[in-house]
């Protein structure tokens, strides 16, 4: 039942893999493990090139590794284990106490080094301490704002024009993320012929399919299998053409199939996209997640959607508090108020005053033409240009261009001198 993902956290297991090349090994190291209650075997592997297999398709938190096995040895397997799947931490197992082997073990990132044979509570208490410490080391470097290492080892590519990443992210559902995300991308497109990508980051239910009126031959999904070794023709196989130009990078079909696609395997895609396109839109879902902080953590902007009344304006002002632990650049966030005229709404003054961040565009309730845009599936922005729902979003794709678009005779990525004065703040009293 490994297949089976927990909703609860607090109550996941710590997922093992065992390697080893004879079978009577790997039994007992089952068995050993077999009545631990936070322990979880989720696969065995009788050789390196099985274990690198299994630990992409099993996503183990830990993989228990004999160094000595015929084929691809142990400590050639860690190597690709740890570069290419930063969620898995190797525990090497040798019945020698060697110390080329140790040292050999842990430059290619093994964790920790048992010598058989070992106890049961030596075993145990190993894989909690990895495990705990694989959690910190992770989390401290997210924090850091360091990206954990990606599945493809995309920073280690040459640097190729870079696009720009703008990710459409609400706390909250059903303020308008998805309608948002996939008109901006069409309007994107159109303002200067932008080469534009647009991915249903919202796995389990993406609604981009449906929004633009998309058959999902492929999806994000259908990279898992070759994630290791993506590149560009591959991403291009998967994306979906849109008739306004925009390529789409489409949801799973089926909800389950979410489960196959990690942290880094989006941050992965997304990068690898930006070295495609001029603008890549991510649509995302109502979660912090580790996909979506993994793909803000390398977004140029934010856009946060909240509609103008209390609970979704509590959640914007959670959220800035969250951009500002992990010390974001100011400008990355902007907070965008949609439906903002609706009956009710607060002003956005008063908004502005709550959350202490500027508002950076407002976009009316324009039911009539996104219930039309729903029904027909095409974006107002494509099929109803004139409509106050498509103007303003062209708006905000002009603004975005006139911030982000790299200016010729410009230095791309110049750090701002520490002296500058926060732009941003300025924009605080000039609403009227
Ligand atoms: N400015 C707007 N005016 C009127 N209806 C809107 C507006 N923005 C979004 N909607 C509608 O609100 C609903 C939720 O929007 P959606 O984009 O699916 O939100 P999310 O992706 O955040 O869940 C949809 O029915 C959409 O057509
Ligand atoms: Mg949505």
Redesign the pocket.
Same mark, same amino acid.
């Given at each position: 039942m490994h297949g089976m993902t927990d909703a609860g956290s607090a109550q996941r297991k710590i997922r093992v893999l065992i390697v080893d090349d004879i079978p009577e090994t790997r039994e007992s190291l089952r068995k050993l493990l077999y009545f631990e209650s936070d322990l979880e075997v989720v696969g065995t592997a009788a050789s390196g090139e099985d274990a690198v297999r299994q630990t992409r398709e099993t996503r183990p938190d830990i993989v228990l590794m004999d160094i000595n096995m015929p084929g691809m040895d142990g400590i050639t397997a860690t190597e690709t284990i740890t570069q290419k799947f930063p969620y898995a931490q190797v525990i090497m197992m040798s019945v020698q106490a060697d110390a080329d082997y140790l040292r050999r073990s842990m430059l290619a990132g093994a964790r920790e080094f048992l010598t058989k044979p070992f106890t049961a509570d030596d075993l145990v208490s190993s894989i909690r301490r990895v495990y705990e410490l694989g959690l910190s080391r992770r989390v401290s470097l997210e924090q850091a704002g360091v990206p954990v290492e990606g599945v493809t080892g995309v920073a280690a590519k040459p640097a190729k024009p870079r696009g720009k990443l703008i990710t459409v992210f609400?706390p909250k559902?059903?303020?308008?993320?998805?309608? %948002?995300a996939v008109n901006l991308a069409i309007a994107l497109q159109g303002l200067a012929d932008y080469k534009v990508a647009l991915v249903d980051a919202?796995l389990q239910f993406g609604?981009v399919a449906v929004l633009l009126n998309l058959q999902a031959a492929r999806s994000i999904a259908d990279l898992i299998p070759q994630i290791k070794d993506l590149d560009s023709d591959m991403i291009a196989g998967v994306l979906t053409p849109h008739s306004s130009g925009v390529k789409a990078l489409l949801a799973p079909s089926r909800p389950e199939l979410a489960d196959l696609v990690a942290p880094e395997h989006l941050k992965a895609i997304v990068q690898e996209l930006l070295t495609l396109f001029d603008f890549v839109i991510v649509?995302t879902w109502a979660s912090l997640h580790d996909l979506v902080l993994g793909i803000l953590d390398i977004s140029d902007r934010i856009l946060l %959607?909240t509609t103008p009344d209390i609970p979704s304006i509590k959640n914007a002002k959670l959220f800035f508090e969250v951009t500002d632990a992990l010390q974001y650049p100011e400008e990355r966030a902007m907070l965008i108020i949609?439906?903002a005229d609706r009956r009710g709404a607060i002003n956005v003054r008063d908004i502005e005053a709550s959350i202490k961040h500027p508002v950076a565009a407002k976009?009316?309730?324009?039911?009539r033409s996104?219930?039309q845009?729903?029904n027909e599936g095409v974006p107002v922005v494509f099929g109803n240009r004139k409509s106050p729902?498509a103007q303003a979003i062209t708006d905000l794709a002009q603004t975005l261009v006139a911030e982000l678009a790299p200016k010729p005779a410009e230095q791309p990525e110049t750090p701002e001198p520490a002296s500058a004065p926060k732009v941003r703040r300025g924009l605080f009293g000039r609403t009227t």
């Open positions: 609400s559902g059903g303020t308008g993320r998805s309608t %948002i919202s609604d649509d %959607i949609n439906m976009i009316p309730l324009d039911e996104a219930i845009a729903a729902l």
